[in-house]
């Protein structure tokens, strides 16, 4: 069963860092994984989704890099913005099932 | 393009009452999923539809919980009877093409806004 853990659990960084997400996987037998974000009250918005061949993809200030043999993913996050407050969460989909596996997310804090 | 469509958003009601989820995915996705998330916990998957068929239901409580998709297009996700424990947001999410397709836009899992339930 594919088991999926998200550090830090919470983050607190003030406008302008660039931070970074750290998601690892135990089974690294995926063909994609995606990257969420989730704001109070709220359902998932898909930010970004990598392919098993694909070492990263970039979006705006995004930037999401993927190493599948060793199962990690990281979301990295240039000058963060109060607007980025929010939880990410990680979802690799995996060959042997068929859903996305979540972890517990990061929640992202970020002060003006 | 319309997103994931879910009704009701926020629902309450005692335990041992029955309460149903209706889904409507994105126009053309053959995949809906059904995700059960509580407070403070990342999302997990309740059942899967690839067109009308299950392909995995293997965590959903099916002495009390049911789901189809009729069609398939819409969902309909039902509790009967509700626990306490079952409180929390039930988020439908649809995908265009199904497992093993490895083109990429196809394979973005779209969520909707969730339907919150609290049972007391």
């Known amino acids: 069963k594919q088991e999926v853990t998200q550090i830090p659990a919470a983050l607190s960084v003030p406008e302008g860092e660039n931070l970074v997400l750290n998601c690892s996987f135990t089974?690294?037998?995926?063909?994609?994984l995606q990257w969420f974000r989730q704001d109070p009250g709220k359902g998932l918005t898909s930010l970004l989704l990598i392919q098993s061949s694909q070492r990263e993809q970039t979006s705006g200030r995004l930037n999401a890099s993927l190493d599948k043999s060793s199962g990690r993913s990281t979301l990295y996050i240039a000058a963060s913005q109060p607007g980025d407050s929010a939880t990410y969460l990680c979802a690799p989909h995996s060959n042997s099932g068929y859903a996305l596996n979540f972890g517990k997310g990061t929640s992202l804090l970020v002060t003006p | 393009e319309a997103g994931v469509a879910q009704s009701p958003r926020y629902k309450i009601i005692e335990k041992r009452q029955s309460v149903a989820f209706w889904c409507n995915p994105i126009s053309g996705h053959a995949t809906l999923y059904w995700y059960q998330q509580i407070l403070g916990q990342g999302p997990k998957l309740l059942i899967q539809?690839?067109?009308?068929?299950?392909?995995?239901d293997s965590q959903l409580p099916k002495d009390r919980f049911s789901a189809e998709r009729l069609k398939g297009v819409d969902s309909t996700l039902k509790i009967q009877p509700a626990k306490l424990e079952d409180s929390a947001v039930y988020l439908c999410?649809?995908?265009?093409?199904?497992?093993?397709?490895?083109?990429?836009?196809?394979?973005?899992?779209?969520f909707g806004e969730g339907s919150w339930l609290t049972v007391v």
């Open positions: 089974d690294s037998a995926i063909y994609n």
């Open positions: 999410a649809s995908s265009l093409l199904g497992p093993g397709f490895s083109e990429s836009s196809g394979n973005t899992i779209y």
């Open positions: 539809f690839q067109n009308n068929g299950v392909v995995d």
